[in-house]
C-alpha cells in the first residue's frame, strides 16, 4: 500500500505567519488556491483509489479540484487533523519564538506539550494509528496494492515520516514538508519504505510503481528504500 501525505496549500495564516492551528475558516490564499489547481495535473493521471483529509477548511479546499476529476469522495479523518496547540493558537509565530516552550519544540519534540493542547508524542501516535488504519482497510478493500491521498498538516506529516523512517520523533525537525508537498510512504510486510520527500515537482510518478512485498523493484520502478528526496525529482 503506498500514501501520499499531502500536504495543503498555502493559507492565509502562512502568509500572515501565524499559527492556524485549528482555527475555523482558515482558507487557501491565492497561491494556496493555484497550488490546489495544479494537483490535477502533478497526482491527476495516478491510479488514486481513495482521498482521506484533516477536517479543516484548508485541507477541504486542497483536495476538491483532484477529488472532482478523480470522481472521488473524500473522506474526513479526524486523526490527521492539525496539532491542538491550546493557547498557542493564532498567535503571530515572531512571538511564539520567545516562549521557553519554542526551544522544546524545535531540540526536543517528544517532550512538547502545547499549553492547554495536545503534546507532539500524542499527535504522531493518533497520525501514524489512522494512516495504518486506513492503509489495512483498503488493502482489503480492493485486494491488493492501493495509492491513496491523506491530506493534512505539516507537523503532521513531519511526524509520519519519522515513523515510517524509523527516526526518533526528536529529529522530526530535520524534514520539511511544504505547503501542497508531497510525501510517499510504500508500507510493506517487511517494513515502511520512504519513496519521496517533500516533493514539489510538477508531476509525481518516477518511483510509483508497484514494488512487491520482496522489496525487489519491478522493471523501472525505483527499488524500495531508494529515497528520492526534495522537489528535484518529477
Known amino acids: 500500500m503506498t500514501v501520499l501525505l499531502l500536504r495543503h496549500g498555502r493559507s492565509t ?3 500572515a505567519h501565524t499559527l492556524a492551528g ?8 491565492d497561491r494556496g488556491r493555484e497550488q490546489a489547481e495544479a494537483l490535477v495535473e502533478r497526482l491527476g493521471s495516478l491510479p488514486i483509489r481513495a482521498i482521506v483529509r484533516s477536517p479543516l477548511l484548508r485541507c477541504q479546499r486542497t483536495v476538491e479540484p483532484l477529488a472532482s476529476a478523480l470522481g472521488l469522495q473524500p473522506v474526513v479523518e479526524h486523526r490527521i487533523v492539525e496539532v491542538d496547540y491550546g493557547s498557542w493558537t493564532g498567535r503571530k509565530i515572531g512571538e511564539l519564538v520567545k ?17 492547554d493542547g495536545e ?15 486506513h492503509d489495512r482497510m483498503l488493502a482489503e478493500e480492493h485486494s491488493g496494492d492501493v495509492l ?5 498538516h505539516g507537523d503532521v506529516i513531519k511526524a509520519v515520516l519519522a515513523d515510517a523512517l524509523g527516526s526518533h520523533l526528536d529529529s522530526f525537525q ?3 514538508a511544504d505547503p501542497a508537498s508531497v510525501s510517499v510512504i510504500r ?7 520512504v519513496i519521496h520527500v517533500n516533493h514539489t515537482g510538477s508531476a509525481l510518478n518516477s518511483a510509483l510503481t508497484a514494488v512487491p512485498a520482496d522489496g525487489k523493484a519491478e522493471d523501472g520502478a525505483v527499488p524500495a528504500g531508494e529515497a528520492v528526496v526534495g522537489g528535484s525529482t518529477e
Do not use: H, K, M
Open 13 to 15: 495564516s502562512n502568509t
Open 22 to 29: 485549528r482555527s475555523e475558516g482558515v482558507d487557501l490564499d
Open 99 to 115: 516562549e521557553p516552550l519554542w526551544a522544546v519544540v524545535q531540540q526536543q519534540p517528544s517532550a512538547a506539550v502545547f499549553p
Open 119 to 133: 503534546g507532539l508524542a500524542a499527535v504522531q501516535a493518533r497520525a501514524v494509528a489512522a494512516v495504518r488504519e
Open 148 to 152: 491513496w491521498i491523506a491530506c493534512t
Open 174 to 176: 530535520r524534514i520539511n
Open 187 to 193: 508500507y510493506t510486510t517487511l517494513r515502511p519504505f
